[in-house]
């Protein structure tokens, strides 16, 4: 056609929208993100979570088994495969569940199980190779294990969490393989290095870690040193006052996908103060409104701010609110007009290596134990919002699929299937547009 009659042109909406939400970014960061979105379709899923929320915020499914005040919860946001993982705060227990926190927001509990969904099908198609009757069986075994899941809780039931010692199937031998092979010991000497003259240090990492400029490295340590204690949820243990004293700043480079251009620092500080083998590594990310944010009316942002006056009080929230064992370090700082979270990078991160899994079976097992995570950090989050009594979240759930649970798991399967052709038709128009024509 000479002339279009709607606005109906996908590809282009694709272009404008990735152009809209980096056009702030420095040039070379700007591609140094689109080369990792290259990758494959699962990685520009994982790049482009704008725009699931411009797809999903309006989809009409959404009513037909949620929708109601008591279905809401405190979501993760950006809930895929690879949010999934092993980590482990101050304890230096290990433990497998979500730990990413940035896009987090209050919402319907079905947006965050669709966007999940989605990248089963991505990711079993991508790593694991997958036929499509293997990935419609791993969807409905994480389907079915979310709601059975939300079932068992409609009583006060103790929400448990995957550890070294409950952990099943794959997880287990993964699970040990980490605490085996990770340690806060191990984690300082990949990141820092030693010498009697100066102590502990950042190591140099090109293409990781760069040195701060004087006064910005001053900045920082004064704030970590003063302020940011003071949005700490309970007082660090720690009788010697030199805990918190700052040994050496570094920006991080080059880390994640969608948040890649962020601003973030690594903050080595003293912890305790017997050896130097007890340092720790606080990760200060810069924090900005969750990719949901932008499709919300005036009214509703009225509501988020008084809410959460700045993203950092909403980041730490949601992470006390959904994590089964909140980093003790979790706080926040305001830094030259900048909200930034402030938390302890974790000795143990490490994911789930999918791509290792041979044929269905396994992976349907993991799809399984990811229906129950994802359950247990929704009935977590809206515990938090229901002074501490999660049941009329999972009860409202409950009623909305009572009698229709085979229907809801096969209409979310489908949805999660086609919106997976759309990713990679999406992505299809991504490379060809930005790659073949090196677009700004």
């Excluded at 690879?82 to 940035?102: K, T």
């Excluded at 080595?268 to 990719?291: F, S, W």
């Amino acid at each position: 056609m000479s002339h279009a009659l709607t606005g109906h042109n996908r590809p282009q909406q694709v272009i404008e929208a990735i152009q809209q939400v980096n056009a702030p970014l420095a040039a070379a960061t700007r591609q140094a993100k689109y080369a990792k979105m290259a990758a494959s379709p699962y990685r520009f899923f994982r790049g482009t979570n704008h725009l699931y929320w411009q797809d999903v915020w309006h989809d009409w499914r959404f009513a037909l088994f949620g929708g109601w005040p008591n279905t809401q919860t405190w979501l993760q946001g950006d809930a895929h495969v690879y949010n999934f993982g092993a980590y482990g705060h101050h304890d230096d227990q290990v433990r497998y569940g979500m730990d990413d926190f940035d896009d987090a927001l209050i919402g319907d509990y079905q947006y965050d199980l669709w966007r999940l969904a989605i990248s089963v099908v991505l990711d079993g198609r991508e790593n694991v190779e997958l036929s499509p009757k293997a990935i419609d069986k791993a969807l409905n075994k994480l389907l079915e294990s979310y709601y059975h899941t939300l079932a068992d809780h409609t009583d006060d039931v103790r929400i448990e969490a995957v550890t070294l010692d409950s952990a099943k199937g794959q997880l287990k031998p993964f699970m040990s393989k980490v605490a085996d092979k990770q340690s806060r010991a191990r984690m300082l000497e990949k990141w820092t290095t030693l010498d009697d003259q100066h102590g502990r240090r950042f190591a140099e990492r090109p293409g990781k870690l760069a040195n701060l400029p004087a006064d910005l490295a001053s900045q920082l340590r004064r704030l970590i040193e003063q302020e940011y204690q003071q949005t700490l949820q309970d007082p660090i243990k720690e009788s010697d006052p030199r805990h918190f004293r700052v040994k050496d700043t570094a920006r991080r480079l080059d880390a994640g996908t969608g948040s890649l251009g962020v601003e973030r620092y690594y903050v080595l500080i003293e912890g305790g103060a017997d050896h130097e083998h007890d340092d720790i590594i606080l990760d200060v990310k810069e924090q900005v409104t969750p990719e949901a944010y932008r499709f919300m009316d005036k009214p509703q942002k009225q509501v988020w701010r008084r809410l959460f006056p700045n993203e950092g009080i909403r980041h730490a929230a949601a992470f006390h609110a959904i994590a089964e064992h909140p980093d003790a370090y979790l706080g926040w700082l305001t830094m030259n007009e900048k909200v930034f979270s402030v938390r302890e990078r974790s000795p143990f991160k490490k994911d789930f290596p999918t791509h290792k899994l041979s044929g269905g079976k396994p992976y349907r097992k993991l799809a399984q134990q990811w229906g129950q995570i994802l359950a247990r950090e929704h009935l977590r989050g809206a515990q938090a919002l229901n002074n501490g009594d999660h049941r009329p979240f999972a009860m409202a759930v409950c009623q909305r699929l009572k009698g229709r649970e085979e229907k809801f798991v096969d209409v979310v399967s489908t949805l999660a299937m086609a919106y997976a052709d759309c990713v990679e038709q999406d992505y299809s128009v991504f490379i060809d547009h930005f790659l073949a024509t090196d677009s700004p």
